[in-house]
């Protein structure tokens, strides 16, 4: 339900206590106080649910795992899904390994302020179309993000550069600008992820 669905009926309540004549809430219709509280409450959990999702807040990851894991337990099942992916999709392991300490530092629930999130950082509208549907779950987002890789190193025949600011910036900006954008962000991360690929 939308806030203007609730205000309108916030509407009709008011008017529905007018109209009876009555001073209070619940002396004209005991089911429709009781139904409304319902549904004001549950827009209100709504609302704080969104709120503690908002990109404005990019620092309180919400997110948790679902029980406490080892640094070693964690690592190496990252580890495990990287080899995974870069066997599947026929990547150096090292490359993915480099966008995902330029990205993410490693950190699954990380969030930016533009909202990509994970640890290859996914952009909501980026994951649905590689069909991911949480990308806070390594497994998901690692599979995901080497994909989208993968498809910008065979679009730009095999230049991992060109491949890497397509990553940042969209291939649409690297189509527009015939090679690495001229932004000083996409500029730096492309240097960035190559000096740790080559090192």
Do not use: C, W
Request: avoid cysteine; aromatic fraction near 8%; charged fraction near 20%.
């Amino acid at each position: 339900m939308e806030i203007r669905d609730l205000q309108q009926m916030m509407q009709y309540e008011a008017m529905s206590v007018l109209s009876s004549g009555s001073s209070g809430f619940s002396s004209h219709s005991p089911m429709i106080d009781l139904a409304f509280r319902e549904l004001l409450q549950e827009q209100i959990n709504k609302a704080n649910e969104l709120q503690a999702y908002s990109p404005l807040t990019p620092q309180k990851h919400t997110y948790t795992p679902v029980r406490s894991i080892t640094a070693t337990e964690s690592d190496s099942n990252i580890d495990s899904l990287i080899r995974d992916a870069a066997a599947k999709y026929q990547i150096d392991e090292k490359l993915i390994r480099s966008v995902i300490q330029a990205e993410s530092n490693f950190n699954p629930y990380a969030k930016s302020n533009a909202g990509a999130q994970g640890l290859m950082q996914l952009m909501p509208a980026t994951a649905r179309a590689l069909g991911v549907s949480n990308p806070f779950d390594p497994a998901q987002n690692i599979n995901g993000g080497v994909s989208y890789l993968s498809q910008m190193i065979r679009r730009y025949n095999g230049n991992t550069e060109l491949a890497l600011a397509a990553y940042n910036a969209g291939p649409g900006n690297v189509d527009k600008y015939q090679g690495v954008p001229p932004f000083r962000e996409t500029q730096n991360y492309v240097k960035k992820v190559m000096a740790n690929y080559l090192a």
